[in-house]
């Protein structure tokens, strides 16, 4: 008898892998050191999802909306563009830059966007982050074979089907420059490897990268769906972002308390708190009980000033986090770290549900005078 089949262990398993960098100073650099650090854990992924987020990369651009478009056909574009123009004033739209790379085939129709909303059109809604979120929504739920992946100010996602590093010279990241970048490789369980459905998952700056299982992701969805959020993706990572929108920049949580929701401990563990922390808590599950992640996960959130991991209570995914001068990291595993920075000392591993949290500084002048900065690696070799 086969040793597979006498030991059931014929199945591959493996898990995705996370990596976050930042540099809190505003200091930027390109995307080659974050693809080789992803590239480091590619055993995590299976060649399905592979994607980065970073911001500061759109200065000329840094006041406008950055609408990154996947499309399936002409027609898809043509609808959107007549519905944009319709609502946003349009200061630029282009072509996405991409090269040939191996591993990746078939991709959609790929264009960015940088808009301004309409005084005419917005004046129904108070905010104009909010008169953007209901744009995406409507785009992603309305029209046949668009695609919003992105959507922030002076940031933008970069995802497809394919190794992370393959789509990385895809969209050819080390031409741009970023104070922060997260990156993701993909082994899908539950759903289809898809351009859509590669990771980061973003809404205006926010954008999530997400290693395990949301098996609460029904419950999570219709709680979002009442404050307008719509789900199209079917896949559960895209509440998490929703989520982290809601609980921060609408309802005004601090990140502790949003991880106090989404990581929520045990009622019997709130039982034994002291009282202040105990009502604290208790309160936070009776108003948000619905936004609670069940099941193993470890994600890194990312904005245009913060860089955020956090594991599930019981620490069924891996995290580990690093720091060096002015740079921080994030990483399902160490190795990477130590990859792209060989004097790196400081690193530890965070208690489950705990966030860390890599704040931007304010950036001096200097800072902005240093800003094509570009990190070197050591011993890695990314062609």
């Known amino acids: 008898m086969l040793r597979g089949a006498r030991f059931r262990d014929d199945k591959d398993f493996s898990g995705c892998s996370i990596f976050g960098m930042m540099d809190v100073r505003g200091r930027r650099f390109t995307g080659e050191p974050v693809i080789a650090a992803i590239a480091n854990m590619k055993e995590r992924s299976n060649g ?40 946003f004033s349009m200061e630029g739209a282009e072509v996405i830059p991409t090269r040939q790379a191996e591993g990746v085939e078939d991709p959609p129709l ?16 108070e905010d104009s982050d909010d008169f953007v979120v209901q744009a995406v929504m409507h785009i992603n739920a309305r029209v046949d074979g668009a695609f919003v992946f992105s959507s922030g100010k002076n940031m933008g996602v970069f995802k497809g089907v394919g190794y992370p590093e393959d789509i990385g010279r ?20 539950n759903t289809q490897g898809w351009w859509g459905g590669a990771h980061p998952f973003n809404i205006l700056d926010w954008s999530v990268v997400h290693n395990g299982e949301i098996s609460s992701y029904g419950i999570n969805l219709r709680y979002l769906e009442m404050f307008g959020y719509i789900c199209t993706l079917h ?31 045990l009622w019997t563990d709130i039982d034994r708190m002291p009282p202040r922390e105990k009502e604290l808590h208790t309160a936070l ?75 931007l500084e304010e950036i001096s002048v200097e800072a902005e005078a ?11 070799d990314t062609a």
């Open 48 to 87: 399905l999802g592979g994607g980065f987020a970073a911001y500061g990369i759109y200065p000329q651009y840094a006041d406008l909306y950055c609408f990154q478009m996947m499309y399936d056909d002409q027609a898809a574009k043509e609808d959107t563009e007549e519905y944009l123009k319709g609502f």
């Open 235 to 265: 896949t559960d990572t895209e509440v998490i972002a929703y989520a982290v929108d809601l609980l921060v920049r609408r309802h005004g949580l601090s990140v502790e308390d949003m991880a106090r929701v989404l990581a929520a401990p």
């Open 285 to 359: 599950r009776q108003t948000y009980g619905s936004l609670l992640l069940n099941g193993p996960f470890s994600i890194i959130i990312s904005n245009n000033s913060q860089m955020i991991g956090l594991t599930d209570r019981i620490r069924l995914r891996p995290l580990v986090a690093g720091s060096n001068g002015g740079f921080r990291y994030i990483s399902s595993e160490e190795a990477p770290m130590h990859l792209v920075d060989d004097t790196l000392e400081e690193t530890w591993m965070p208690q489950g549900g705990e966030p860390i949290v890599a704040g």
């Open 370 to 380: 240093e800003g094509g900065k570009v990190l070197s690696i050591h011993g890695a």
């Open 170 to 189: 895809f969209f050819r990241l080390e031409e741009y420059e970023g104070y922060i970048w997260v990156a993701h490789g993909r082994f899908p369980t």
């Open 110 to 125: 790929l264009w960015r966007y940088f808009l301004q909303p309409r005084e005419s059109a917005a004046c129904e809604v």
